[in-house]
């Protein structure tokens, strides 16, 4: 039993990061499941990559 509806979170696909920064996270995409639990006091997302993807630039 799920208490979030994943079919009404926000899914972003792609990166922020500039050019050419942005071509190993290109592909990955985010479910932003606090939004949709109707949370405030912090985030939690469920990121889906493909074989290859990045997560993000390496910090």
Not at 6 to 21: D, H, I, L, N
Not at 47 to 53: D, H, N
Request: aromatic fraction near 6%; hydrophobic fraction near 30%; charge should be positive.
């Amino acid at each position: 039993m799920s208490l979030i509806d994943k079919s009404a979170a926000e899914v972003r696909r792609g990166s922020s990061y500039p050019a050419p920064f942005d071509g190993p996270c290109r592909n990955r995409s985010r479910c932003r499941l606090a939004a949709a639990g109707g949370l405030t006091q912090f985030g939690v997302n469920e990121l889906t990559l493909p074989p290859g993807a990045w997560s993000s630039q390496r910090h």
